[in-house]
């Protein structure tokens, strides 16, 4: 009997990854026992009584950044629940993501533990217990959850058997490195005189892949 693989986020706000835990794709990973999604409420292993999670930068500076002791308590938790996951943490100072590494993870059977940022950072002795630091881009967010979701998003629908026929040769071809995206058309031929392109409509399967071709956009 196979165990699910599974991803646990660590996180101040666990009701963000409600909607995308239960999008069609997720629901029918986690009940074919493929992947089991769960957060980790970082504000429950907060300190004192106001469960307080973050403090002000030694050696002064701008606002807020996330306390040691907090994370390393939630990871640990995490850790306890699936004491083989490698520990992945959200900082634009990580490995930028990109479908290879997608394809790696899903590939490689582990568990994960997304650990989300808030504020203007963490305090740097959380990275013990990491061990992969990842970005999805440069640009500044308000935190790691989004990162998170679309990290998951990317490997949970690599995972074998997730995506039954639904797997698309145009991605496929994305993934190879070719990288061909081409325009793509649906009904109706006409749209108030915006028309699809008469090759399409041909049928010739050659000249078809040629257009497509000559209309490829390279990524990258
Ligand atoms: N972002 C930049 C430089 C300095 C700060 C940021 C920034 C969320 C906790 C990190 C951002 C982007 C991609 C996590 C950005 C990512 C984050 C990510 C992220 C709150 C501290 C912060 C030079 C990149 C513009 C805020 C550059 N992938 N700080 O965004 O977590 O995973």
């Keep these: 009997m196979k165990t699910a693989r599974k991803f646990q986020a660590i996180t101040l706000f666990p009701d963000m990854f409600k909607g995308i835990f239960e999008n069609s794709m997720m629901w029918k990973a986690q009940k074919d026992q493929h992947v089991e999604l769960s957060t980790v409420d970082l504000r429950e292993f907060g300190l004192g009584p106001r469960r307080q999670v973050d403090d002000t930068p030694y050696g002064g500076g701008d606002g807020m950044l996330l306390m040691v002791e907090p994370l390393w308590s939630a990871i640990t938790s995490a850790k306890e629940a699936d ?43 959380i990275l013990e217990l990491v061990d992969e630091e990842i970005s999805v881009g440069d640009y500044v967010l308000t935190g790691g959850e989004l990162p998170a979701m679309t990290i998951i998003d990317s490997i949970v629908r690599l995972i074998p058997g997730v995506l039954g026929g639904e797997t698309s ?52």
């Design 83 to 125: 004491p083989t996951a490698k520990v992945l943490l959200m900082t634009p100072r990580g490995q930028r993501w990109k479908q290879s590494l997608a394809q790696s993870y899903a590939d490689s059977g582990q568990g994960y533990i997304f650990v989300c940022g808030r504020y203007e950072g963490y305090d740097e002795r």
């Design 169 to 220: 040769a145009v991605i496929e071809s994305f993934s190879d490195g070719e990288t061909l995206e081409f325009p793509q058309y649906t009904r109706p031929e006409d749209f108030n005189g915006l028309k699809v392109p008469d090759v399409l409509l041909s049928g010739h399967h050659g000249e078809i892949a040629k257009w497509r071709k000559q209309n490829s956009k390279k990524a990258v």
